[in-house]
């Protein structure tokens, strides 16, 4: 079968296509075609070196896949045949808190990934597409939508009336925007990009910031909720954002860290003392997540926006385009 690796540290060149024999499942794994995987920023930092510097190689990136069921291992009965499913971030976070055993089995970087034509999964890390979605939507999921669900609904806890920032218009971003309006809140986003924020604003953003015509976007946010400061910020710049981000938030609001496109740097912790801000990582989320997530997206017939869809032989060209960061929602690849 035809699959990616990456065998030394480079960027998007150090992707590379190789032949490897069809994987086995083993006791209670599932034998996966895969049809379509979704790029995250965290790919691209693997394979820069960036990510894990003392990562063992070669290793088949990409966390996040959709595909049809081929076989089943030993012991495995969940799904059959034929069976439309997408792969869990962490197959063995099947619910309650994220530990140390559970974030060992991230696909990608510490356990085999999705950029392959055929690959072997936990059971217990699959769940079914959501018959409104197709395999190229569904491969957005796991890490970006996920994530999202888990910053806004699960820490966050939005409610009708909450006003949420969200920064940028990359995966998370953007599916944050979009569980945030369905539940009833009033999203203010940023961008250094006008013609963004108006998409963003067609998803269901009420406000527009653009920060690099708008430098101090903490002091509009706070002029667009009347001086009071937001509920919530899915934080996702680190160093280079938060400072504004805990001027921005309201007293007691909440910060979720995702990411941390721009480092995290040195943090002065006192404004958050002195406001009572809530400060919370997050690293993903389990199946229950996910499983929860799906009801919402087939409920509220929320769409993945799909920046673009490249063909498999041009996978390190899609890694170049998210390197490019000029991309509006998800980087897809067709397998």
Excluded at 63 to 90: H, K, L, W
Excluded at 261 to 281: D, S
């Amino acid at each position: 079968m035809k699959a990616y690796q990456l065998t030394e540290f480079g960027g998007p060149a150090a992707i590379k296509p190789v032949s490897l024999p069809s994987p086995e499942p083993g006791v209670g794994q599932v034998a996966i075609r895969v049809r379509a995987v979704a790029l995250n920023y965290r790919d691209l930092m693997l394979a820069q070196g960036v990510y894990n510097p003392k990562l063992k190689l070669p290793i088949t990136p990409v966390s996040d896949g959709a595909g049809e069921v081929i076989a089943n291992g030993p012991g495995a009965n969940r799904f059959q045949a034929g069976d439309r499913v997408v792969a869990n971030f962490m197959p063995g976070w099947v619910e309650g808190r994220l530990d140390e055993a559970k974030a060992r089995t991230a696909l990608g970087a510490e356990s085999a990934g999705m950029l392959a034509e055929e690959v072997v999964v936990a059971e217990s890390g699959l769940l079914p597409i959501p018959g409104s979605l197709s395999f190229e939507q569904a491969a957005t999921l796991p890490c970006a939508g996920v994530t999202a669900w888990n910053a806004v609904v699960e820490c966050g806890r939005v409610r009708p009336g909450d006003v949420v920032l969200v920064q940028g218009t990359g995966g998370v971003s953007l599916f944050a925007l979009q569980f945030a309006h369905a539940a009833g809140a009033t999203v203010i986003a940023t961008s250094s990009s006008d013609d963004k924020l108006a998409r963003a604003k067609a998803l269901g953003a009420t406000h527009g910031v653009n920060y690099k015509t708008t430098p101090e976007w903490d002091r509009a946010v706070r002029d667009l909720t009347g001086g009071r400061g937001v509920d919530l910020v899915v934080e996702v710049g680190g160093a280079g954002t938060l400072a504004r981000s805990v001027k921005a938030v309201r007293m007691s609001g909440v910060i979720v860290l995702i990411g941390v496109l721009a480092g995290m740097g040195e943090v002065n912790p006192l404004p958050i003392l002195m406001k009572g801000v809530g400060v919370q990582g997050i690293f993903v989320g389990s199946r229950a997540m996910f499983e929860a997530m799906n009801q919402a997206i087939t409920a509220n017939r929320i769409e993945p926006v799909i920046d673009r869809v490249f063909p498999f032989d041009e996978a390190p060209a899609a890694y170049a385009h998210l390197a490019s960061q000029k991309h509006f929602g998800k980087i897809v690849i067709q397998v």
